[in-house]
């Protein structure tokens, strides 16, 4: 049983490894989206600026792959906020398998505790036969 319970928590233990690492992954990727995002918006402005008239495909255009980056962060901030909530439902399995764990290793401490109280019991209670024997002999 105990080894069960230790298998469980080494299990739930990796799933939150992966789950740290997906979430780390996402948050790359997130940041590379913003840094694009931004890189993107600052040469729209520059260019509406540089230039004295821009054509209306070309501001079209320009803001429409705006808006595609800019659906890339939605949908990467999602995909974090969906990490994020993986990862603390896997942090929440294993604080639950590591309790469960520790519950038992502290029911084996007490029963060993017990064990070697019994034992002494009975071994007082041998020894202590033995002295009357001997008490009874040496008085007889």
Do not use: Y
């Not at 803001?63 to 896997?90: K, M, P, T, W, Y």
């Not at 017990?114 to 041998?126: C, D, P, Q, W």
Request: aromatic share 2%; no cysteine; net charge neutral.
């Amino acid at each position: 049983m105990r080894a069960l319970r230790e298998h469980h928590e080494d299990l739930a233990r990796e799933a939150l490894a992966k789950a740290l690492l997906d979430r780390s992954s996402t948050q790359a990727e997130l940041s590379t989206i913003e840094g694009h995002l931004d890189r993107v918006r600052r040469e729209q402005r520059q260019a509406t600026a540089r230039a004295a008239s821009v054509s209306a495909a070309e501001l079209q255009a320009r803001q429409a792959f705006v808006e595609r980056i800019e659906s890339q962060r939605i949908a990467g901030a999602r995909e974090l906020a969906r990490h994020e909530d993986i990862v603390a439902e896997r942090d929440a399995l294993l604080g639950e398998a590591a309790r469960e764990h520790e519950m038992l290793e502290r029911l084996k401490d007490r029963q060993r505790v017990e064990h070697v109280r019994t034992a002494a019991r009975v071994e007082g209670a041998a020894l202590d036969e033995i002295a009357m024997d001997r008490f009874r002999r040496s008085a007889a």
